[in-house]
């Protein structure tokens, strides 16, 4: 059973359109995340949802809106996509909000052309 | 809020050499610090992590030290194989906050 997953693995498409991805995490954990890693492996927080709530909305263009359906989802939908969010996306999950291990998804390669 | 600066961004050692990553944090208040080991199209993994009540954390090859007066933590990974090349995140956390990454050493060890 993976811990935390997320589809698409891959996702390509053109400029302007609107796409979504999908979380899901069987650990029972209270806290989720969506964190962004560019082209340098930079990984940055964008969004941080507890007991489905938002918790933290990074500096995220409002074109990125997340919704969580219950504690176990986190979505990422995303409007009129530019090239500029070309990058791999990673949900995560941890039992509280910090101060311990955040379990991550596989990823989601979005290339936007 | 948190800002974790990590060093040196790629590291190559020889097969059998220790390898040394360090970070330093600026929130005082930062009590969780965990160390992720990302390989090549895979999801950051957790390898281990310290907590502020710790000076010192070992796992067999690995160890970790914090040294919270001057705010800064360091990997240590001995005799390195090549099954070690990765990139290797440090973070910490005050704990309401999510984790703040350091920006990834890219570790090459050569056979």
């Known amino acids: 059973d993976t811990a935390v997953s997320q589809t698409p693995k891959y996702l390509v498409t053109q400029m302007g359109n609107d796409k979504s991805i999908k979380c899901e995490q069987n650990?029972?954990?209270?806290?989720m995340y969506w964190y962004k890693q560019d082209s340098k492996k930079f990984l940055k927080i964008m969004f941080s949802?507890?007991?489905?709530?938002?918790?933290i909305n990074e500096t995220v263009p409002n074109r990125f809106s997340p919704k969580s359906p219950d504690k176990a989802h986190l979505n990422l939908h995303i409007n009129s996509l530019e090239l500029g969010d070309s990058a791999v996306y990673f949900c995560?999950?941890?039992?509280?909000?910090?101060?311990?291990?955040?379990?991550f998804g596989q990823g989601t390669r979005l290339t936007v052309v | 809020g948190e800002n974790v600066e990590q060093h040196p961004s790629t590291l190559s050692v020889q097969e059998g050499d220790s390898a040394v990553i360090k970070c330093t944090y600026s929130?005082?208040?930062?009590?969780?610090f965990p160390w992720y080991k990302q390989e090549l199209g895979k999801r950051p993994q957790l390898i281990i992590d310290?907590?502020?009540?710790?000076g010192e954390k070992k796992d067999q090859r690995i160890a970790v030290t914090l040294n919270k007066t001057a705010k800064h933590f360091s990997l240590h990974i001995t005799e390195t194989q090549p099954e070690d090349s990765a990139v290797y995140f440090c973070?910490?956390?005050?704990?309401?906050?999510?984790?703040?990454f350091g920006k990834g050493t890219r570790l090459s060890v050569i056979a």
């Open positions: 995560a999950s941890s039992q509280s909000q910090g101060n311990t291990e955040a379990f």
């Open positions: 650990l029972g954990h209270d806290t």
């Open positions: 949802y507890n007991n489905k709530e938002l918790i």
């Open positions: 929130d005082s208040a930062s009590n969780y």
């Open positions: 310290i907590r502020s009540n710790v």
């Open positions: 973070a910490a956390s005050p704990g309401n906050t999510p984790l703040v």
